[in-house]
């Protein structure tokens, strides 16, 4: 297992960065008239996704990173539910990759914040996914 010294050695937050790409990838693909709606709030979690979790790793205490963290899940729950009825709306944006890959990197991004999460409250050994 590889000591994490800084941000950039965090695999959730890379995986974060990466979910925000493929995000803003798919809004580019949505109808003008989504600009300031579904497009605006899926850019904006896919922000605050990443941003959180970097917010609750600078934090020096427990629970300020803790709340970090958990504003960052609520983060990506709000991408998953935008996502899913993204696909419900304009499935045609879904060329590139399929919404069974949106899900997954979803779910994978959650299972990995999850364990950290679980890390930074019992101080038990990260295991990253």
């Given amino acids: 297992m590889s000591t994490i010294r800084k941000l950039e050695d965090l695999t959730i937050w890379k995986e974060a960065i990466e979910l925000g790409k493929w995000i803003y990838e798919l809004t580019e693909k949505l109808p003008k ?19 959180n979790i970097s917010e609750g790793f600078y934090r020096y205490f427990k629970k300020e990173k803790l709340h970090f963290y958990s504003i960052a899940r609520g983060c990506l729950g709000e991408i998953k539910s935008d ?28 299972a990995g914040l999850n ?3 679980k890390t930074t409250k019992f101080g038990t050994e990260f295991m990253e996914v």
Avoid: M, Q, T, W
């Fill in 33 to 51: 008239s989504e600009e300031y709606n579904l497009k605006k709030h899926l850019r904006e979690n896919a922000r605050g996704y990443p941003a």
């Fill in 83 to 110: 996502v899913c009825f993204c696909y419900e709306i304009y499935p045609e944006v879904f060329n590139d990759r399929s919404i069974g890959d949106y899900l997954a990197k979803i779910e994978k991004c959650g």
């Fill in 115 to 117: 364990s950290f999460i």
